[in-house]
């Protein structure tokens, strides 16, 4: 993708790597899907990082501004799939 990743300067080198790795898993449950299980371990993650939900509406609305995709709805699908199952969301 041809866009920057919105990040806080103030995270660690680790965060940073986590936040994006987050949006990445967000990116691929759009292209080709990802399995739901490693998704919600990543988004956990994420949460660690960015805890309120005032932050984390607005880095993910500036990532969705940029990309496209929705953080909320790939979050959403992946809270109502099963266990063991691959999300995959679509526009």
């Not at 609305?61 to 940029?66: A, Q, W």
């Amino acid at each position: 993708m041809e866009y920057q990743y919105p990040i806080d300067y103030s995270w660690s080198t680790d965060e940073v790597v986590d936040v994006i790795k987050f949006f990445e898993y967000v990116e691929k449950a759009y292209e080709k899907g990802v399995d739901r299980d490693e998704f919600l371990a990543v988004y956990r993650r994420f949460k660690e990082i960015i805890p309120g939900k005032a932050d984390e509406k607005n880095i993910c609305g500036e990532f969705e501004d940029i990309s496209g995709y929705s953080s909320y709805r790939t979050v959403k699908a992946a809270k109502e799939a099963e266990a063991g199952k691959k999300i995959k969301v679509r526009r």
